[in-house]
């Protein structure tokens, strides 16, 4: 019923007292680096027994906050109070004594070890003596695992055999093994399914139950409103709001979220002229492309001229999609280009395709080898003659043609890949696809890690590659990127394509809501092709 | 077992996944260096490049003070001649190192070639089938290695041990037992005596002839061919040639099927130079081809294995083994002398490296501070 | 309640079909049985073609024999576990032959010598310590440990030679009879040697939180960092462990032979090597264990045995060894795909 104002302001976690001072308050944080200032003075606060929401786009400094929180950064200006007693906390074993933990999104889990053995492990003044027998560490296993998390686990299982699910219990018990006054989860139910993600919150409820105090980061909105009794939105390092979340907050609480997340300030970025000419012929087919456990069967084609993009959350089967598109993934269903099915990365490329993959230092670059080998490497035939020797001529007047159209910086085809910024690296990658003269290109998050001036110049290849005709499938997790490029917008969501958007039609904040879960479609899209 | 490639220190405060939105003014390159230009080409010199000229520099000099008879012409020649079968195995070795394995069973395929070719000899057949059978051997061994590494995806080292270990048997079992084969002089055909030194290829000895030829065909291969192209891509990052539309496991393959064959070369000349086959002869070869390739991976600016630099690998074993030999000091000694210098040479590239040496580095650069 | 109403709470399930609740059997665990099956299977046979095989003083004979690849063995697998089980660059120590050689060679020189039999001892196994101290500092520094091993092992066996000049040294006297010869029971005393260590050593990695250590690092450098570990001491310990198994198995391996003999380093290396990573095949989880070196160690040994009491000749022995190390990787190869989410 309470409707938030746009404002700071909270409403009072249900079985909390009002009266006592709350266990974690930050006041005007503040923080730099360098120049570039990353919070401004933003308050959190967190009562005993409550689960806050954190929400913020990327950049929104959620990430800053939390390192200040817990040690790894110190604030610039600002107090942090915990029982209203104002503390210090200057490195990460400070924010341990205080009793703050984190569960991280990656987990540091030994594969082989048992689930007994994976939780004290490097725990010092456990229970349980050293010279206990197995069997007597099991079972303390288990009973901490039930106690802290109301839920059950094999403590003779090996970590490997565990879903990640079932890994998590492992982190959430470790944490509440030190006894803990604030925990802190990061994006707890990406991995998660449906199932696992109500046991989850059944144990945060359990822990909640006991006066913890979570801050609960996600982007997973809808499923936030479920646990949450609040969200605190951060927007350019500042405070954007609160909204109340659950059932006193009404329908419209998280349409309010993603506003706050937003902002009414979201400038057209590099946003493509609309062209008239419709998309050709199909360059790219994805019939029923499936992968089990991550994404279901999508069906979708790409014309010439055409950028089909495609985002979601972490969890919605983004992050296999590019793999699988790419041949470097098994999946089921069908791949065309051109017209032909293609099997196996090899037989993509050789139709044509080129792939920009998300991870660059590892799939995309040669990072030890000069530029111009990273630039030749899709095309070694046209710089070699019919037995196999390599031109070097023609491959160093190529090389010196692609970086200067591509404006590489060190200008030099001998440098050396790793040594180039993430900008200079990707702008290689793209121009190896170049060299090829591929006409199909699959981008999975092609400006992450890339700096303003760089991140331009490539869409600006982008746009010239698909005037001459080239078909592109852009899967990106940044917004503005999507809302700038693609004609036509996927948004994927636990697998699930939820939502197309025609160009006219993307917009950050839709995007987001259907991503993020909060708004569901309301009509179906055409049938896919 | 999932690891998340994290460098000390670990700070796991940092969320890995990326999120929905991004506020661009406060965007930057992952690595905070936007568009500064940074130093280092593959023709620019690093300090670990220095160390293998320097040693083969240290070791020619200390020699020739202490033996006059060092830099005589007749003792180098002899020196390469003496060398010539380790280079060969040796550039057999860069060949697979820098498809990204190893292969411990080269001395293997040596010694089943030279067994061939011996035995057929020994048998009376033409010295040219004796030839192809011993190179057949070495190929055979390649296709086994290939088999295992790429088919089973059993990893390199595994599984060329294991083929050191059968192969070692087999020879066992088709000598009755470890009995060596000695060629009779009249019985051997002029061909393979000329393969065994017998004569001079335009005025050099035939097996150094053999070495500078396979030498010169491996570095080529290897810098100049498509081949070698796509082959040290697939040895150095196999995920990111895969996606680039190379043919990896074609590729790994190849590499260990030449490399046998290469192998097997030098087990042919073994056999004829020393007009026979004596069991186990070609496990000599394998340890110190390995310390050659990876002594001449320091002279690369990216530390990648290289024909030449092997071969700068091997003479320096080479002139290491003969300035030790000149100056008296017992067979024993030289051992420990190139194990020692193997060591050092190593560590010396490790830690000079631009990112390596671990918590000596740290140790300099804090006193640095 | 929300409009939004969540359609994944109503049937539990989403599109992507709920992964299966945790399954208690290993996966992949029907691989250590399988192992535990052949071993049985082929001493089965071997005691059926030749009677003589189950015989007590036969098998105290595989028992005694099984004791010097047994206790490197398990050196070894101490460094495989602690380095972890990836071969290029994971833990490993290929020093380990030539390293028990040089034990035997200073011990059988410096008794031949005069020196107390145990000052001999101590300083043979001071200088595999040393050795190991080599392979550490190498390893930190950061080289390979395949690369920083196979230095050391070039190293040590020309040590080996260089003391022992090449020649066989006569080993005699106290303790080194005691080690060779059956006592009570038919062991020797090697025996009693290779069950304290066999006991410490299982009991550490297998009772004690150190042992658990011991694994994560291996397995998770990260995690075990993240855990509060310090995996590059752990690492360090592994060397000076495995080249200390190493001597103590050289001395035994002297005593057996009552000399110490050149190049006997490298002929013992490969059976090392062997036992260690069969260790994996009698393992429920698939990891080295030191337990499973000892029982690979005394299957190894018997299946020589059990060979040559058959009549097949010794050539085969070497095939069937071989075959053996890629039947166990096998096994890993399938465990890593298996277990790997």
Redesign the interface.
């Known amino acids: 019923m309470t409707s938030a104002s746009k404002g700071p302001e909270t409403v009072g976690a249900p079985g909390a007292a009002a009266s006592a001072p709350p266990l974690l308050r930050l006041d005007g944080i503040t923080k730099a680096f360098g120049a570039a200032t990353v919070l401004h003075a933003v308050d959190l606060d967190v009562r005993p027994g409550e689960i806050v929401g954190l929400v913020g786009e990327n950049g929104a400094g959620k990430s800053t906050l939390i390192k200040v929180l817990t040690g790894f950064h110190t604030a610039d200006a600002g107090q942090i109070r915990l029982d209203g007693r104002p503390v210090e906390i200057g490195r990460p074993a400070d924010a341990e004594r205080l009793g703050i933990r984190v569960i991280h999104q990656d987990q540091h889990l030994a594969g082989r070890l048992t689930v007994a053995e994976q939780l004290y492990l490097g725990i010092a003044g456990t229970p349980v003596a050293r010279r206990a027998s197995r069997r007597a560490l099991e079972a303390q296993a288990a009973s901490d695992i039930e106690r802290a998390t109301g839920q059950r686990l094999d403590p003779r299982v090996l970590v490997d055999d565990l879903t990640v699910a079932q890994q998590q219990l492992i982190q959430l018990t470790r944490a509440m093994l030190a006894e803990p006054r604030l925990l802190v989860l990061d994006e707890p139910t990406a991995p998660l399914a449906a199932a696992e993600v109500q046991q989850l919150f059944t144990t945060l409820r359990t822990l909640r139950g006991r006066g913890v105090g979570i801050i609960y980061i996600s982007h997973y909105l809808q499923e936030l409103e479920q646990i949450a009794t609040r969200a605190v939105v951060l927007r350019n390092g500042r405070n954007a709001g609160e909204v109340a979340l659950g059932e006193q907050a009404g329908d419209g609480a998280l349409g309010r979220v993603v506003e706050l997340m937003v902002g009414r300030s979201v400038e057209e970025f590099e946003r493509r002229p609309a062209r008239t000419a419709r998309a050709g012929e199909p360059l790219l087919r994805l019939r029923e492309l499936a992968v089990p456990g991550h994404l279901a069967p999508l069906s979708l084609e790409v014309g010439a001229g055409e950028i089909v993009g495609i985002t979601g959350l972490v969890g919605s089967g983004v992050e296999v999609l590019a793999d699988a598109v790419a041949g470097r993934r098994p999946h089921e269903g069908q791949t065309l280009a051109a017209g032909r099915r293609y099997r196996g990365a090899v037989g993509f490329v050789a139709r044509g395709g080129a792939y920009v993959p998300a991870n660059r230092r590892r799939d995309g670059l040669l990072v030890k080898a000069s530029l111009r080998e990273n630039l030749s490497l899709a095309s070694l035939r046209s710089i070699s003659t019919r037995i196999g020797l390599l031109r070097r001529n023609a491959e160093r007047r190529r090389a010196a043609e692609l970086i200067t159209r591509l404006d590489v910086r060190p200008a030099d085809p001998n440098a050396i890949a790793s040594r180039l910024s993430g900008g200079n690296q990707q702008k290689v990658v793209l121009g190896r696809w170049l060299a090829a003269g591929a006409r199909i290109f699959v981008l999975d998050q092609p400006t992450s890690g890339v700096d303003v001036g760089s991140r331009s110049q490539i869409y600006q290849q982008i746009n010239r590659l698909v005037d001459e005709g080239a078909a592109v499938l852009l899967i990106t997790v940044d917004l503005e990127e999507l809302v700038g490029l693609a004609d036509r917008t996927v948004v994927l969501y636990r697998g699930e394509r939820v939502a197309e958007l025609a160009r006219g039609d993307t917009t950050v904040d839709a995007v987001l809501g259907y991503a993020s879960g909060a708004s569901r479609a309301t009509a179906t899209t055409q049938e896919a092709a | 077992?999932?690891?998340?490639p994290?460098q000390?220190p670990?700070?796991?405060?940092?969320?890995?996944?990326?999120?929905?939105?991004?506020?661009?003014?406060?965007?930057?390159?992952?690595?905070g260096?936007?568009?500064?230009?940074?130093?280092?080409?593959?023709?620019s010199l690093d300090a670990r490049q220095l160390v293998a000229p320097l040693a083969l520099a240290a070791i020619l000099f200390v020699f020739t003070l202490l033996s006059d008879q060092f830099l005589r012409a007749d003792n180098l020649a002899a020196v390469l001649n003496q060398s010539a079968l380790l280079a060969l195995a040796a550039v057999a070795m860069t060949l697979v190192v820098r498809a990204g394995g190893?292969d411990l069973s080269l001395g293997v395929a040596i010694d089943l070639s030279a067994l061939a070719a011996a035995a057929l000899i020994a048998d009376g057949y033409y010295a040219w089938v004796a030839i192809a059978a011993g190179l057949g051997f070495g190929a055979l061994v390649g296709l086994v290695n290939a088999l295992?590494i790429v088919g089973?995806?059993?990893?390199?080292?595994?599984?060329t041990?294991?083929?050191?270990?059968?192969?070692?048997?087999?020879q066992?079992?088709l000598t009755g037992?470890?009995a060596p084969i000695y060629l009779s002089g009249p019985r051997v055909p002029e061909e393979f005596a000329f393969l065994g030194g017998s004569g001079l290829v335009a005025g050099i000895p035939v097996a150094i002839a053999a070495a500078l030829a396979v030498a010169l065909l491996g570095w080529a291969l290897l810098e100049?061919?498509?081949?070698g192209?796509?082959l040290?891509?697939a040895g150095?990052?196999p995920?990111?040639?895969?996606?680039?539309?190379?043919?990896v496991p074609a590729l790994t393959v190849s590499a260990y099927v030449t490399a046998s064959l290469l192998a097997a070369i030098a087990g042919v000349l073994l056999a004829a130079r020393t007009n026979g086959f004596v069991p186990a002869s070609g496990?000599l070869y394998v340890?110190d081809a390995?310390?050659a390739v990876?002594i001449g991976a320091t002279l690369s600016?990216?530390?990648?294995p290289s024909v030449p630099g092997t071969l700068v690998g091997v003479l320096i074993f080479a002139l290491l083994a003969n300035g030790m030999n000149l100056i008296g000091l017992?067979?024993?000694?030289?051992?420990?002398?190139?194990?020692?210098a193997?060591?050092l040479i190593?560590?010396a590239g490790?830690?000079l490296a631009r990112d390596?040496?671990?918590?000596?580095r740290r140790l300099l650069a804090s006193a640095r501070r | 309640m929300s409009a939004i109403a969540p359609e994944r709470q109503a049937t539990g399930a989403d599109a992507l079909g709920a992964p299966a609740p945790s399954r208690p059997a290993r996966a992949a665990g029907w691989a250590s049985y399988a192992g535990y099956g052949v071993v049985v299977l082929v001493l089965a046979l071997f005691a059926v073609v030749s009677p003589v095989f189950t015989d007590p003083s036969n098998l105290a004979s595989i028992i005694n024999q099984a004791a010097v690849t047994a206790i490197a063995g398990m050196g070894l697998a101490v460094v495989i576990i602690v380095g972890g089980d990836d071969v290029v660059e994971g833990g490993i120590d290929l020093s380990v032959g030539a390293t028990a050689a040089v034990a035997g060679s200073v011990t059988a020189v410096l008794t031949t010598a005069g020196l107390a039999p145990v000052l001999a001892i101590l300083a043979a196994l001071g200088t595999t310590l040393a050795l190991g101290a080599v392979n550490g500092a190498a390893v930190g520094l950061g080289l390979r440990p395949l690369l920083a091993t196979l230095a050391t092992m070039g190293i040590a066996t020309s040590l080996d030679l260089v003391i022992s000049q090449n020649m066989k040294i006569a080993l005699d006297g106290q303790p080194f009879t005691w080690l060779r010869d059956a006592g009570g029971l038919g062991v020797s005393g090697a025996v009693v040697v290779l069950v304290v260590v066999a006991g410490v050593l299982i009991w550490a990695f297998h009772r004690t939180r150190l042992g658990v250590n011991a694994y994560a690092v291996g397995q998770n450098p990260t995690a075990a960092r993240v855990a509060g570990l310090n995996p590059g001491r752990y690492r360090f310990a592994s060397y000076l462990v495995s080249s200390g198994l190493a001597g103590v198995a050289g001395i035994l391996l002297a005593s057996r032979l009552s000399a110490a003999v050149p190049g006997i380093g490298t002929q013992i290396l490969l059976d090392i090597i062997l036992v260690a990573y069969m260790s994996t095949v009698f393992s429920r989880r698939l990891v080295i264990t030191i337990g499973g070196t000892l029982l690979a160690a005394l299957f190894v040994t018997a299946l020589s045995n059990g060979m040559t009491l058959s009549g097949i000749a010794s050539q085969w022995v070497g095939a069937v060894k071989g075959a053996l190390i890629l039947a166990v990787l096998t096994v890993v190869v399938l465990r890593s795909k298996a277990g790997s989410r």
């Open positions: 077992m999932s690891n998340s994290v000390a670990v700070n796991p405060g940092a969320p890995a996944a990326p999120e929905p939105g991004r506020d661009r003014t406060s965007r930057r390159s992952s690595d260096r936007a568009g500064v230009p940074r130093s280092g080409t593959v023709r190893i295992l089973l995806r059993i990893p390199p080292f595994l599984a041990l294991s083929v050191w270990f059968v192969g070692t048997s087999v066992q079992l037992g470890g100049a061919t498509r081949f192209r796509a040290t891509a150095e990052q995920r990111a040639a895969a996606i680039a539309g190379r043919r496990q340890l390995i310390g990876f600016r990216i530390g990648r017992s067979f024993f000694w030289q051992g420990l002398g190139r194990g020692v193997l060591l190593l560590l490790v830690v390596g040496g671990g918590p000596l």
